[in-house]
Nanobody
């Protein structure tokens, strides 16, 4: 069983930056594709980005491409989401997820989910 715990959310002004972290335990983190998703109030959960087990390959949603960066530290069992040039529409609960079966990043097929961390971007 894989446990994922997100942290780093908070309130930030538009144009600012924030880094989210997701600590994993209970599995072999270095073998998993990791992803970030978000859900705003009243909206469906949407894909933000994903990273391969090695970190060599990443995939991003068009809405965040060029502003958000996913990275990982396999020695620390942690994946990060660096968010820059934040907009009010980026406000959401951000979830970390793990895909234990795939080798390439994808928006589909996540097996485990964290409980989320709230990001609020003010004008």
């Amino acid at each position: 069983q894989v446990q994922l715990i997100e942290s780093g959310g908070g309130l930030v002004q538009a144009g600012g930056s924030l880094r989210l972290s997701c600590a994993a335990s209970g599995g072999t983190f270095s073998q998993y594709v990791m992803g970030w998703f978000r859900q705003a109030p009243g909206k469906e959960r949407e894909f933000v980005g994903a990273i391969s087990w090695s970190g060599a390959s990443t995939l991003y949603a068009d809405s965040v491409k060029g502003r958000f960066t996913i990275s990982r530290d396999n020695a620390k069992n942690t994946v990060y989401l660096q968010m820059s040039s934040l907009k009010p529409e980026d406000s959401a609960v951000y979830y970390c997820a793990a895909d234990v079966h795939s080798s390439l990043p994808s928006r589909y097929g996540m097996d485990y989910w964290g409980k989320g961390t709230l990001v609020t971007v003010s004008l």
